[in-house]
């Protein structure tokens, strides 16, 4: 299962993902797929940010959270997860 933490502070926001979601078989897994597509185009679109990746723990720390692309893009991210988690909650979660 994939799980997903959103941490945010006044002047940080921090999103943490790990797990995999082990819907399908690797290479067809559409929930991994989506959400690895959603984090990926949240991360390249936002500025002030940065990504480690350790032992499958993905940390994202959004250091302008309130400049209104990244605002924008980080509720945007929240809203699909939340999507995906009322498609696929077997899947994906947030903890």
Partial sequence: MIRVKII???N??????S??????AKGSDI???AFSTLITHTVNN???????DKDGVLVTIFSDPKSIENKTLLN???NTVNQLI???GQYI???
Wanted: aromatic share 12%; hydrophobic share 30%.
């Fill in 8 to 10: 945010k502070k006044s």
């Fill in 12 to 17: 940080q926001t921090t999103i943490i993902a």
């Fill in 19 to 24: 797990g995999h979601a082990q819907y399908s």
């Fill in 31 to 33: 929930v991994c797929a």
């Fill in 46 to 52: 936002c500025t002030k940010v940065t990504a480690t």
């Fill in 76 to 78: 945007a991210f929240e």
């Fill in 86 to 88: 009322d498609q696929y």
């Fill in 93 to 95: 979660s947030w903890c």
